[in-house]
């Protein structure tokens, strides 16, 4: 009889740091581009009744013999609650057998894998100088967005602005100490913006957090919040005027109304999205150059994520 490993969040804390969750989650896209991958849709029951939603996220990894279900529940009320919006847990089956190698928790390893996204879009897209950043949502997710534009760029200062005062308060004095640089609890959303050359959302707003006029010139947009196709971070303007990379143009069909509402507007069309990721880490086509002012990232996130990184931990575990 086999046992089967169980990892508790914390145990995934000990193993992951945001760098190689950024190298992993790379490598896993030039892996897809080279359709090393099989990853049916994501498969989402919505839970009205309740404000939430259950999503089921298989995904398979052929040369890298990585394969997980991840299964995620996004309950925006349970902050209410004292419990947390994002929960996940994940399965890996040993691919060669079927047999159920480990289980699990994947709440930390969820934010991690999604601000490693946010990792790998800024390294093609933030500018290079990039020095100031900041967050709209002071949740789990916002803390490993912050991390990942820290791995990337130089960045010496944070403006963090959340809905309530407390969160951000708290994000900005345990994040000054987890990165040993200035965060700042912003009043408003368009302080936060004013100096920012990378601009992070990961909120469960279902409305537009920013706004096009309190971006500088030159900035990065990275939204990773909203993914249902009447909810969005970012307005129309921001969306149009930008050079826009999304993470994988299945899911956005789907679910990102943050380019499904300005195409029902008339304000863009598809052919306004420049590149999915895949493209740029495989250099088919380019990132920020020196003409660009505003260029947008749009993840709802993707299954190889998930293995991807479910597979580095098991690794460094030496499973
Ligand atoms: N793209 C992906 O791969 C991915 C993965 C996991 C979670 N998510 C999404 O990320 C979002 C955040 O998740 P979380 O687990 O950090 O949630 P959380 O509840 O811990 O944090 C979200 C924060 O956003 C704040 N907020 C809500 N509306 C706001 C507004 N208008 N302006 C400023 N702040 C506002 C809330 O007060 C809260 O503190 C969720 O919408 C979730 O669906 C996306």
Request: proline share 4%; glycine share 6%.
């Amino acid at each position: 009889m086999k046992t089967m490993l169980f990892l508790s969040d914390r145990d995934i804390e000990n193993n992951l740091t945001m760098k190689e969750t950024i190298e992993t989650v790379e490598m896993a896209f030039k892996e897809y581009a080279k359709r090393n991958v099989v990853m049916p849709p994501r498969s989402t029951i919505m839970v009205e009744k309740h404000n939430g939603s259950i999503s089921f996220m298989p995904s398979y990894l052929t040369d890298l013999e990585a394969q997980a279900t991840k299964i995620i529940s996004i309950y925006p009320g349970n902050r209410e609650k004292g419990l947390p919006t994002t929960v996940a847990w994940i399965i890996v089956n040993d691919p060669e057998t079927g047999m159920v190698k480990a289980f699990m928790d994947a709440t930390y390893l969820t934010a991690m894998r999604t601000g490693a996204i946010t990792g790998v879009a800024a390294k093609y897209l933030a500018p290079k100088d990039a020095k100031v950043v900041a967050i709209f949502g002071a949740g789990i997710q916002g803390r490993t967005q912050v991390m990942a534009a820290c791995a990337v760029r130089d960045i010496e200062k944070v403006f963090v602005y959340d809905l309530y005062p407390e969160a951000r308060k708290k994000f900005a004095e345990e994040m000054s100490a987890k990165l040993g640089i200035q965060v700042i609890a912003a009043e408003s959303g368009e302080e936060a913006c004013r100096d920012a050359d990378i601009v992070l959302t990961a909120t469960t707003s279902p409305k537009p957090v920013l706004k096009r006029d309190w971006l500088k010139e030159r900035v990065h947009v990275s939204a990773i919040g909203a993914f249902y196709p009447d909810w969005r971070e970012l307005d129309t303007a921001t969306v149009a005027e930008s050079k826009l990379v999304i993470d994988d143009m299945e899911g956005i069909e789907l679910e990102a109304g943050d380019i499904l509402i300005p195409i029902e507007e008339g304000a863009i069309t598809w052919d306004h999205v420049h590149a999915e990721l895949k493209e740029l880490v495989t250099r088919q086509k380019e990132g920020r150059t020196k003409e660009d002012t505003i260029t947008v990232f749009k993840s709802v996130g993707i299954a190889i994520q998930d293995s991807s990184v479910a597979n580095l931990v098991l690794k460094k575990l030496g499973i």
